[in-house]
Every structure is written in C-alpha cells, then in structure tokens.
C-alpha cells in the first residue's frame, strides 16, 4: 500500500542527503617562506573525528572495491565498530543503555534514552541511526525515514541507514525509489548479501526484461 505526502516527503530529502558531498573541497595551501629550510614545522595532530575520518575514508574504499565477500564482511564490521564511537563516553554510554533495555522489549525507554544521544550529539550518525532502527521495528516510518535523512547528512554512505530505507520503501510499494537507493548501495558495499539478486529482481520488475 503506498502512503501519502508525509513519507514521500522524507524520501525526497534522504534522497537528496546521500549523495551530498562529505565535506567542503580542501584548499590550496599557499607556499611556505623560504626562510630556516632546515627548520621543521610542528604538524597537527588529528583530533579523534578526523582521525576517524580519515579510517572510514580508507575502508568505504575497500569495501567498494572488493570483490571477495568474506573481506566485504570484515571491512564493514570495522567501519560498524568506528560508526559505534562518538568521543563522547557519555554518548557511548547513553547508546549502550539504550540498546541494552531495546533487546528486553523496553522500547519506550529506548527511544528516551536515544533521543537524549541525538540531543547530546546531534552530529553522530550512529545516534540517529540507532533510533531510526528502533522506530522501523515499532511501524514508525515516517519517524524512521527523518531519522535515516539525518544519518544520511551526515554519513551518505551509511549502509545501514540505505538499507533501512530501502526496506521502508518497498513496505509501502515505492520499489522504483528502492531500487534507487539500492543501486546505491550495490555502489557502497557491492557484495552485501543478497544484494545484487535484490537489485536484479527489481530491476526487472520496476523496469522489465532489456528487449
């Protein structure tokens, strides 16, 4: 059953957020004084973000380039392992809870506890990507489908949120847009299980067989 404005309005700007670009493109750094050659300038040292940054930057690139997908599998534990890590211990903590009192069914705490992550560190993906999880399991999907947009912003190849939203669109009849962010996502992690037959069947069914 397709679903009204509302949803289809989250679609549109999740749509949008993943394929923004990270980040701004770096400048041109202008040439140094000639003056004391032989004197070392102090380098910076990446803060923890950008370190992090830096280490996804070098995983999405394998996992997109793999073809093995065994490796496919380690890569993307890892980059789930780094997305888990605010730098914040409260944050951490915060989530921890929250998952914890997910399993035992406690969703109302949940989702108190996730909305004070968001609100504490509204710039950690992981945070929005946790509670959109845990109101697709509670048939909130246009509440899902805003949090996913937000995660995107923030992290457009997040494949748990463009798988997420992939699933929100063919429970309600939009498998072209699945499609869409399925192909996507074949781009990201292009040996996910099940993935590419998911794509070929949509495929076929949104556009039919080639002539």
Do not use: C
């Not at 394929?19 to 004084?33: C, H, I, Q, Y």
């Not at 560190?121 to 509670?138: H, I, K, M, V």
């Amino acid at each position: 059953m397709r679903v009204g404005s509302p949803l289809v309005a989250r679609v549109a700007l999740a749509l949008g957020a993943a394929w923004l670009v990270a980040g701004p493109a770096s400048r041109s750094m202008a040439a140094a004084p000639v003056a004391a050659p032989l004197a070392k300038q102090p380098q910076p040292v990446p803060s923890l973000s950008e370190s992090r940054r830096q280490m996804l930057a070098k995983l999405y690139a394998r996992l997109a380039a793999t073809t093995n997908a065994q490796e496919g599998v380690m890569i993307a534990a890892r980059i789930q392992t780094l997305q888990m890590r605010s730098g914040s211990a409260t944050s951490d903590l915060l989530l921890s809870r929250a998952m914890d009192v997910a399993a035992k069914h406690n969703t109302t705490l949940a989702l108190k506890l996730l909305d004070q992550v968001v609100v504490l560190d509204p710039s950690w993906p992981e945070g929005w990507n946790q509670r959109a999880t845990l109101r697709f399991q509670a048939n909130d999907d246009a509440g899902s489908m805003r949090d996913i947009a937000r995660v995107l912003k923030l992290e457009p190849r997040h494949f748990g949120a463009l798988s997420g939203m992939a699933e929100i669109l063919l429970r309600h009849g939009l498998d072209k847009d699945a499609l869409v962010i399925d192909r996507r996502l074949l781009q990201i992690y292009p040996t996910m299980s099940g993935l590419k037959k998911t794509v070929d069947d949509l495929t076929l069914k949104v556009e039919g067989r080639p002539i």
